[in-house]
């Protein structure tokens, strides 16, 4: 089982649609979720950060953190074209050096 | 505000050929540094990450080589770069100490390819 799932889609959703996207994990250790937005041919951007479970709130974006169900979810409310890129979950624990990555969701938006 | 570089953009070597990509991170000091590679299909690598100065922690071992000669300047290296080096190269960095972050924040990237 890998540490980190995430569906490589493509996901498709007409414009102003609300968007999930969703990771699981393995590692109960984890603490620390990131969200990481990547145009094609450039570097990830981080979009959010949360800490533990629970939800945080950032304009149009939401994270969700589920420990117990080691359960991740980015959503996206009023989606539009320039939100198409493809979606990178990140995790690590107390105490890791480094950051233990899903593999991506590619998301296209249509007008 | 933090900025980090990575040059060059974009680079083609044949088969055998060294590698050096160099990225540099400005309006922070005493930075974690990391080199990633990400290849179609198959999400980002950790290749190194550094702590400090001449500090270096390999994470898969291959024919590639890191180093830290300056406090915000990390460098990729190869002495003969094969077929499957081929691919988007990312470094990273992260706050340490007093500043201490668990986020990381991208370059721009290096698109390598190896014919």
């Known amino acids: 089982q890998k540490e980190v799932e995430q569906d490589p889609g493509p996901l498709s959703v007409p414009e102003g649609a609300i968007v999930s996207l969703n990771c699981t994990y393995s590692n109960s250790a984890f603490q620390y979720f990131m969200w990481y937005r990547q145009y094609s041919r450039k570097g990830p951007e981080l979009l959010m950060y949360?800490?533990?479970?629970g939800n945080k709130e950032d304009g149009r974006f939401t994270a969700q953190v589920d420990k117990s169900s080691k359960y991740i979810s980015l959503f996206i409310r009023d989606s539009q074209p320039s939100d198409s890129a493809t979606y990178l979950c990140?995790?690590?624990?107390?105490?890791?050096?480094?950051?233990?990555f899903g593999k991506g969701t590619m998301l296209l938006v249509s007008p | 505000s933090q900025t980090i570089h990575q040059w060059p953009a974009t680079l083609v070597q044949p088969v055998g050929s060294p590698l050096s990509l160099e990225c540099t991170v400005e309006?922070?000091?005493?930075?974690?540094l990391y080199w990633y590679r990400q290849a179609a299909g198959r999400g980002l690598q950790l290749l190194f990450y550094?702590?400090?100065?001449?500090?270096i922690s390999s994470e898969v071992p291959q024919n590639l080589s890191a180093s830290r000669p300056q406090d915000r300047q990390f460098i990729l290296s190869s002495k003969k770069l094969l077929l499957s080096d081929s691919g988007f190269y990312l470094c990273?960095?992260?706050?340490?100490?007093?500043?201490?972050?668990?986020?990381?924040?991208f370059g721009p990237g290096t698109r390598l390819t190896v014919t």
């Open positions: 550094s702590v400090g100065i001449g500090q």
């Open positions: 949360t800490y533990s479970s």
């Open positions: 990140a995790m690590r624990g107390s105490g890791y050096s480094t950051l233990t």
């Open positions: 990273a960095w992260s706050a340490r100490g007093r500043m201490s972050s668990y986020e990381q924040y």
């Open positions: 309006g922070t000091s005493n930075p974690n």
